[in-house]
C-alpha cells in the first residue's frame, strides 16, 4: 500500500507598518516641535519596524522547524506503515505438508496473496523461460537450485541476513540459498533387522544378499529429487560405471519403490520392509507418529577412510524475470530472519544451516558432527542434467512398485 506523504507548509503573517505626518500648520515653533516629534516617532518606528523583523525572523525559523518536524515525522510513518500488496508465485519441489505453513505466515506478515504451485521440477522452470509465471521456486535439492543457476534462470540478490548462512550453502551472488540440511541413510525397523545387519555403506546395496532380507527394503524412484541428489554425489565419488551398477543393482533387489521418502518411512514403520534409503529427517518424522515408531537410523559411510554421509539441503531460488520482483525480494528479506528460518525448516524436522540456530528435534544429529562427503553441494548442479539421464535410461525415474 502507498501511503502519500502530507508535507506540512505555513504560512508567514509580515506586518504593515505605517507612518503619521504631523501638522504643518502653526508658528516655528510648533513646527520644531513637530519636527522633533516627527524624528522621534520615525525612531520609535524603526525600532519597531526592527522588532517586528526580528519577531518574524523567530517566527519564520519556528514554523521551518515544525515543518521539518511534520516531515520527519510523515516519512516515520510511512515507513513503518508501508505494506507490501499484490501477489507472489511459487515453485515449490518440496511437499506442500513442509511449505504449506511458511507460506501461510508470510501471507500473515506482510498482507501478500502467495499462490503456490507443488511438486514442480526445475525443469519447468525452464520450460517457461519464454514466459516466466514463478517469482520463486523453492528446491529440496540444491542441485537442482544451482542447475537452474548455471542456465541463468535465477538472479543475484542480496538479503538481508544472508550472513547467517555460510558461502558453501549458496550461491556466488545468492542466486539460491539453502536453509535446512539432511543427510542420507537407512530408517530400519527394530522389530524386523538388528542395527547390525542394516548397511552401513552405500556401496553395500550393490551386494545381491540385501534382496533375501525379510520383507526387502525400499527406495524412491529415480526421479525423486532426493534419489537424484544421491546418484550424482555417487558419480562424483565413484564415476559413471560403477554408479551405473548401483543404479540397476537397487533397481533389480529394492521389495518397493515408492513415490517419496514419506512413503517408505510409513512403510519400515508397519514393517512392510525391513529398512529402507531415505533423508534422515524422516526417521525423526517417524518417530514423532503415535505408533510404528520403533525405528532407528543409520547414517551411511562413517566409517574411517569412507566417503562420509551423502548430504544435500532445502533452500529457494530467485526466479529471474519473476511477475512479481518486489515481492519476491521481500519474500527473501523475510525468509533470512530467525524466526523464519526455523520455520522453513518446520515439520520437515531437517536441521538448520545457521549455526545459531538449534535443530528442532532432539534425536537430530548437527550437521557439524556428521562425518560429510568431501564435495561442495553447489557442484551437484554439474551433475544434475547427466544424473536425470543416467535414471532415465535406466529406467528407474518412473518405476514404482
Not at 82 to 98: H, K, P, Q
Request: glycine fraction near 8%; proline fraction near 3%; charge should be negative.
Amino acid at each position: 500500500m502507498k501511503v502519500n506523504r502530507k508535507i506540512l507548509t505555513a504560512s508567514v503573517l509580515t506586518a504593515v507598518l505605517l507612518a503619521a505626518c504631523g501638522n504643518n500648520e502653526g508658528n516655528n515653533t510648533e513646527a520644531n516641535e513637530n519636527a522633533a516629534g516627527n524624528t522621534n516617532n520615525a525612531a520609535e518606528n524603526t525600532n519597531n519596524e526592527s522588532n517586528i523583523e526580528n519577531e518574524t525572523n523567530e517566527t519564520n525559523e519556528n514554523e521551518a522547524e515544525e515543518t521539518n518536524e511534520a516531515e520527519n515525522e510523515a516519512g516515520e510513518e510511512t515507513a513503518s506503515e508501508t505494506e507490501l500488496d499484490g501477489e507472489l508465485i511459487v515453485y515449490s519441489s518440496r511437499n506442500e505438508i513442509f511449505t504449506d505453513a511458511l507460506l501461510d505466515k508470510f501471507e500473515e506478515d506482510t498482507g501478500v496473496e502467495v499462490r503456490a504451485l507443488h511438486e514442480a521440477e526445475p525443469l519447468q522452470i525452464q520450460e517457461e523461460a519464454g514466459n516466466v509465471q514463478a517469482d520463486i521456486f523453492i528446491s529440496n535439492d540444491i542441485g537442482g537450485l544451482e542447475y537452474l543457476n548455471q542456465e541463468g534462470l535465477l538472479e543475484e540478490s542480496d538479503p538481508e541476513n544472508i550472513e547467517t548462512i555460510d558461502e558453501q550453502f549458496r550461491a556466488d551472488n545468492n542466486e539460491w540459498f539453502a536453509l535446512s540440511t539432511r543427510a542420507r541413510g537407512f530408517i530400519y525397523n527394530k522389530d524386523m533387522i538388528e542395527e547390525e545387519e542394516v548397511p552401513s555403506r552405500m556401496e553395500d546395496l550393490l551386494d545381491d544378499s540385501y534382496a533375501e532380507v525379510e520383507n526387502g527394503y525400499a527406495i524412491t524412484r529415480g526421479g525423486n529429487g532426493g534419489m537424484i541428489g544421491n546418484v550424482s554425489a555417487l558419480r562424483h565419488e565413484w564415476g559413471d560405471e560403477r554408479t551405473e551398477e548401483w543404479i540397476n543393482s537397487i533397481q533389480e533387489n529394492a521389495a518397493g519403490i515408492y513415490e517419496g521418502h514419506g512413503d517408505i518411512r510409513r512403510a519400515v514403520g508397519e514393517g512392510t520392509h525391513a529398512f529402507g534409503l531415505v533423508n534422515n529427517y524422516y526417521y525423526h518424522q517417524q518417530l514423532e507418529e503415535p505408533s510404528d515408531n520403533n525405528v532407528g537410523f543409520v547414517y551411511a559411510d562413517q566409517g574411517e577412510g569412507e566417503m562420509g554421509a551423502i548430504a544435500n539441503a532445502a533452500g529457494v531460488g530467485l526466479v529471474a524475470d519473476g511477475p512479481n520482483p518486489e515481492n519476491a525480494q521481500a519474500f527473501l528479506d523475510w525468509v533470512l530472519e530467525e524466526e523464519n528460518q526455523l520455520e522453513f525448516v518446520g515439520e520437515s524436522l531437517e536441521v538448520p544451516i545457521n549455526p545459531e540456530l538449534d535443530p528442532p528435534f532432539e534425536e537430530a544429529v548437527p550437521f557439524s558432527e556428521l562425518q560429510v562427503q568431501d564435495m561442495p553441494l553447489r557442484e551437484l548442479g554439474n551433475y544434475f542434467e547427466d544424473t536425470r539421464q543416467l535414471i532415465e535410461d535406466a529406467g528407474l525415474d518412473l518405476e514404482l512398485r
